[in-house]
């Protein structure tokens, strides 16, 4: 019986030793509980099969995979995307207000970014919808705006639509054998911007374009954030504007008011709105005086 126990206790011994053993070059060693001793964060930067934590081929994955940048879930929109500012519930301060930190101890000032959310697919009903939904501009048309619209247009625009939209760009250019050269070569003949067809549509029609592209023209969302987006509808809308001999500027819009509105007919309204606050102030005070007056002389009146 003895010799039992001291078997049973030789062996328990034996297993004890080797749970806890060592790892080495061709044993990776036992242990109880590997969570507790492995953390299961992700190593940048490390290509090596993630093996710890796993118990099946299903849950384990490369850690070059976990550690590589990932696109954000669809829908996701950035902190102070650029929406807010135009939401159209709350004036522009108070946005702002809330965007810089105020009106808490413990908030986090947040600059506004270039991102808004597109709720259009690229779609033949969606964008029907898009051109009957999207009318204003949400920027007003300014020098500086015009600026940065011709400046982004000329890039990215130009050598197809051409300098002056009229669909004559460097790609579909007629040759010149005074020059040595031999014209554009391009299959399809770009839009030309300043035809009727194209210069009476909403807004919406070309910021569609802008986001997913139409026919062999590809999308520039991702070359171009939504301000800029919206400086070259605006810079586009000049270019229609001088071909029909109108003025498209932030003094006046005589090609179409639903197309923008110049920035010289926003600061009026915000001087009218001030004017009517002070005059309102004054009345206040008007009246306040009156009362004073006229409290007065009821103590006239009782002293005679």
């Not at 939401?87 to 506004?112: F, T």
Request: net charge negative; glycine share 10%; proline share 6%.
């Amino acid at each position: 019986m003895r010799q039992i126990k001291n078997y049973i206790y030789i062996l328990a011994a034996v297993v004890i030793f080797y749970s806890c053993s060592p790892a080495d070059a061709n044993f990776a060693g036992s242990e109880y509980i590997p969570d507790m001793g492995h953390s299961i964060a992700v190593e940048a930067n490390v290509y090596t099969y993630y093996s710890y934590n796993t118990w099946d081929s299903a849950s384990t994955f490369r850690l070059k995979d976990l550690s590589n940048p990932h696109l954000p879930v669809k829908g996701t929109i950035p902190r102070g995307y650029a929406g807010v500012y135009l939401d159209g519930e709350h004036s522009s301060d108070e946005v702002l207000n809330s965007l810089r930190g105020s009106g808490s101890a413990n908030a986090i000032a947040v600059p506004i970014n270039g991102n808004v959310p597109y709720y259009y697919e690229d779609t033949d009903a969606d964008r029907a919808r898009a051109i009957a939904e999207i009318i204003d501009n949400p920027y007003p048309i300014t020098a500086e705006g015009l600026a940065e619209g011709k400046e982004l247009y000329d890039i990215f625009c130009g050598v197809c639509h051409g300098e002056k939209g009229d669909g004559n760009g460097v790609l579909v250019r007629e040759a010149n054998p005074a020059e040595n050269d031999p014209g554009g070569v391009y299959p399809v003949i770009p839009a030309n911007l300043l035809d009727t067809a194209y210069a009476p549509y909403s807004n919406g029609r070309y910021y569609h374009a802008i986001i997913y592209g139409k026919n062999v023209m590809g999308g520039y969302a991702d070359k171009m954030d939504y301000e800029e987006r919206w400086q070259v509808i605006h810079y586009i809308r000049s270019l229609q504007a001088k071909d029909q001999k109108l003025e498209y500027s932030e003094l006046a819009n005589t090609l179409n008011p639903a197309f923008g509105t110049p920035v010289a007919d926003i600061e009026p309204l915000a001087s009218n709105e001030e004017e009517e606050e002070e005059h309102e102030e004054g009345g206040d005070e008007g009246e306040d005086h009156s009362d004073e007056e006229n409290h007065d002389e009821g103590h006239e009146e009782e002293g005679h």
